[in-house]
């Protein structure tokens, strides 16, 4: 019965919070996040390797790779990535949220991994947001800080073609569109 709670406060919670606005099945991040920790550690622990959709803002300021993603990134390169086949950016909740209060995409080295970079880096270069779309799935993890234990999270998406820069439907671009089209 524990689970179930859990997984229907996981459900129940983004129509609950105040700045928990669904665009096109996608959750805001800001549903289950706070500063890059969970919002309710107990709730993302038992929804942990379920896949979700989120939309939030890549953290400038975190974004991880290989020598190929750092030739692609230049200044805004952050480090290594996680492995020798996956690269990494960070999801920030808000806009407003500083450098840091996000938590940890991981992505595979796939074709679409350069275009994305230059589009990150595009608008980190212009002072712009950028909106992303994700599907992945949510893993959690005991994060121990001076006020007490936060619950920290990240996602790991299957390919570059679970992240989308605009929203889906009529009108708006896929994936392969976005990036391939002349």
Known sequence: MRISLGLL?????????????????????ASISANGFALDGEAMRQA??????????????????????????????????????????????????????SFPVYVPNDPRRDALLKKFMADAWAGRP??????????????????GLLTGLYLKVDSSQDIRLKRSGPGFATPARMFYAN
Not at 73 to 100: C, I, M, Q, V, Y
Not at 130 to 147: D, I, N
């Open 9 to 29: 406060m996981f459900v129940l919670m983004p129509s609950l919070s105040g700045c928990s606005e669904r665009i096109d099945g996608y959750m805001a991040a």
């Open 130 to 147: 950028t909106r992303v779309f994700v599907k992945g799935r949510l893993f959690t993890f005991a994060a121990p800080t001076q006020a």
């Open 48 to 101: 942990e390797g379920q896949t979700i959709r989120l939309w939030g803002f890549v953290d400038h300021a975190n974004l991880y790779g290989n020598a190929g993603a750092r030739l692609v990134l230049g200044d805004w390169w952050s480090g290594e990535g996680p492995d020798a086949t996956a690269w990494r950016f960070n999801l920030k909740a808000h806009t407003e949220d500083k450098n840091g209060q």
